[in-house]
Every structure is written in C-alpha cells, then in structure tokens.
C-alpha cells in the first residue's frame, strides 16, 4: 500500500499500537512518524488535497491550536515564496519550531532544518528535481504541512 501511495503522487498512512484500533501492528518503515489521532489525521491529509495554493505572492502554513492546550493560542502562520520555486525559497517563521522538513513526492526526506528560530530562512532547492514537495514543520509536538512546486526557468 506504501508503494501505491508513492505511485500515485498520494498519501499512505498507517496505524500504529498507539490507535487502540485491533490488534498488533507493524513497526512503521519510514525515517520518522508522528502519532495522529486519526480524526485529526484524517482531517489534515483530505485539506492538503483540497486546497489550492495560487502562484501568485505568499502561500501559508496556519498552525492549528492544540484543543488539549488551554494556554496560549498557536501563532498565526508560517509563509513561504515564492510558489513555484527555480532555485531557492523564503520561509517566515512565526516561532522557533522543533523542524521543518521537506518531503518528495515518494515520501522521502529532502531537506531538514532542525530547530529554526523564528523570522526568515532562505531554503535552497536549486539541487532538486522539478516537482511537488511537502513542506511539513513540526511545531508543539503537532504536524502542519503545506505544498511547494519546484520548477527550472
């Protein structure tokens, strides 16, 4: 299933021992996962592949507030550009996060930025292939994604 999610330029995911949901799992096969609740899960992978991001000035990450937090609410949102990229991205972070990672379309980690502080961060993608990227920032133990096209002039 893993295979035909990569195939078809969609999503696999899996359940782990933490869902509660039938028996034993598989340990998972990828570099690093985080555990999602599965509604939430759910919500996230189906509003990545119903949105659309114009070409046309800043696209956004927004960082939801955790409902299980009761302090302060999330900061507002990370923005990048410009979307499409030749050579090299701008990304405006509104706080320190844990990581920002970019996915390929199989899935496999590109590019890693561990612990970025907040303000701007030039991230190059001239050594990319032309394609559809997942920007992913991990930020409060929550996952917040958000796509990026790479294209040669």
């Known amino acids: ?65 955790d409902p299980n937090q009761q302090q302060q609410p999330a900061p507002d949102q990370a923005l990048y550009y410009p979307n499409p990229a030749s050579t090299q991205f701008t990304l405006e972070l509104p706080v320190a996060v844990e990581s920002v990672t970019i996915y390929d379309s199989e899935g496999k980690a590109v590019r890693k930025i561990e612990q970025p502080q907040s303000g701007r961060h030039t991230v190059v993608v001239s050594d990319l292939q032309e394609g559809f990227y997942t920007i992913r920032i991990l930020h409060e133990n929550r996952m917040q994604s958000g796509k990026l096209m790479v294209v040669r002039s």
């Open 1 to 65: 299933m893993k295979f035909f999610g990569l195939a078809t330029n969609g999503t696999y995911v899996f359940l782990t021992d933490h869902s509660g949901i039938g028996g034993k799992h598989l340990e998972p096969t990828t570099d690093e996962y985080k555990v999602e609740l599965l509604n939430d899960l759910l919500v996230r992978v189906i509003t990545e592949y119903t949105t659309i991001k114009t070409c046309e000035g800043k696209s956004s990450i927004r960082f939801e507030e």
